[in-house]
């Protein structure tokens, strides 16, 4: 038996929790710290605090928990050379922190009777929490679920993004019509996260290039500050505590010198605005690019701060000795690895090119090289109207040297397909970095190919269909770069945090390792639990749709624990992966769906008896495209479809504006893009079979628990797992650091953050 089983007995025996501390002792504690918070950083007494008021002093109390945690990660990294995981992100959609915080570091149940024993509710204290909505959807929600499995699986790893000052909108519905409001989410002030202004990065923009002997010079640049603010990120019960680091825009004292020196101070104090406002809201585009100068300049402002982050760090890590400059930069693809979640942040490629080349001194060659072995490439979408393509013109303007950089990148690039396919100038074209119509333009996608090691897709289906179609000519270039990775969801918050009754009853029968091993959840049988739920579910006798305003984080953990049937009906080969779906799955949901995404991994884990598949397939849908496609003879042959789509025609769904939904009617009929009403008939046969079955609470409980105990593949440890062996060169370790209680922290370890 090792040391750590040791304990592990000990503690048990004791009735020690993993904070090293009875329960009891920690009740005290917690109510100390909670009033001592009040007093000192609230400065409120119990009779004039406010709700928000004690959440804001539990949360100060949570967050003490964190820090000693945190130091001590950040010192064991240090000590270990760890290799940096660099996770680049436009979005982080975090949701709220404070019981996922308790929950991960083991103190929840001590909390909820410490507030319960001051007569309060921690239900109540836990609604005033602001969602960190830095997110549109999906793809935000893929870099929150990562950074929770990084931590657990103690993986030395930063999530690197922008701290917008407003999140996704806030969504209002007045009069049937969308309201959007700006999301002040950091109005009452954010307990979590901490600034680290001596970090505080210049990011440049504009000016132009000169060439001088020792090679280019990017020159009268408009300089901007980026202060980092960190945000904790707690793994799951092993006290590793690793960081978020969103940047915030900051003018410079000198910002626009020119109008300080004609005089007008005031004038020159308002302008620092338009340096500021980099940070200030993100872009609610989802799946759509909209190709605004404002948006360049964040996904540059992320990219440039993040770089020159790791550059400082990776050289506060070395065993000094910087004679050499070139020598000290070789292992940098050995001490940091970057994932670019999507191609928001492949601006990466050129700007770790442009430091290594212009400010390190490197070769071209050696530039090259590194950068290429560090950089990686998530896709998250086959639609073309997604792909990032940015104008030659506005990147000439916005950062002239980068341009140079990417061209010369393509240069080289296209050297190499030359030789491979003499003089093919179809394929040059199509391979090529730029574009020349509609007009000149870079293709990011093309950029992000050509710059990473390893370039993956979301789901088997997804990987399969950019190999095939969407990004063919480059499979057949490098066919080794291309992988997948299905993507996958915490069981912590989805599960766990967010349906605690479940996540208990499973508990009470498997024990409590699937939290950390999902694929556990196989060892649920079925009849084992089956008393549980046979008592028959009150089915209302009335048909009712409700519009949920204002979709989010907080909003998802209610409603998916309550869902009976999770509706995945994307037309086949439009959906890349869909995160959704897993989180309803996970939660007892069954399925009905296309075969899209990974509904076809759901598909091959529950098997066809327990999900609901129906319509066309992606061979089907693109051949039917192909051929002609002719919405109006589905309209015609299929009466229920008919009168369906003549009531939204007529004005049934809208009497006060008969003409409102003409539109949907006309491109239905007309175009339907993403064919409905190809899909229509099966999806209402299938919708027959499984009413009959929800009839039947008992079968319709066995096949619920089929799908929860199916599920385990779409934990997003098992999703990260393979990121760190198969491209980051990285193996996860469930090594449990001690806490600070434990062992002291060393005072002779002084570790950069
Ligand atoms: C999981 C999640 C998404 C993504 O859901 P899909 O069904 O995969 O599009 C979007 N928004 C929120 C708030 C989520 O939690």
Redo the contacts with the bound molecule.
Sequence with gaps: MNNNRLLDEDKKRKNISITGVAPNEQEENIINSFNKHLHFTLVKDRNSATNRDFFQALAHTVRDHLAGRWIRTYQHYYSKHAKGICYLSLEF?I?RSLTNTMINLGIKDSCDAAIARMGLEIEELQSMEEDAGLGN??LG?LAACFLDSMATLGLAAYGYGIRYDYGIFTQKIVDGWQVEEPDEWLRFGNPWEVARPEYVRKVQFYGNVEQTKKGSKWVNTQTVLAVPFDTPVPGYGNNVVNVARLWSAKAPDCFNLKIFNDGAYLDAVIERNIAENISMVLYPNDNNFEGKELRLKQEYFLVSSSLQDMIRRYKANKPVNLICKTMVMTDFPDKIAIQLNDTHPALAIPELMRLLVDEEGLTWEMAWNITFRTCSYTNHTLLPEALERWPVSLMQRLLPRHLQIIYLINHYFLEDVKAKYTNDVQKLKHLSLIEEEPVKQINMAHLAIVGSHTVNGVSKIHSHLLKTETFRDFFELFPERFQNKTNG?TPRRWLLLCNPDLAQLITYHIGERWIKNLEDLRKLLISNVAHVVNNDPEVGDKLKLVFLEN???T??EIVIPAADLSE?ISLAGT?A?????M?FMLNGALTVGTLDGANVEILEEVGQENIFIFGMTVDEARKIKTSCYNPYSYYFTNPVLKQALDQIRDGFFSPDDPAQFRNIFQNLISNDHYCILADFEPYVDIQKRISDIYQRPMEWAQLSLRNIAASGKFSSDRTVAEYAREIWNVEPNDTVLPTPLETPLSPSVGVDM
């Design positions: 959609y949701g959807g999906g929600r969801i979709y989010r984080v909003l998802a995945q959906e992966s869909g995160t959704g779906n989180k």
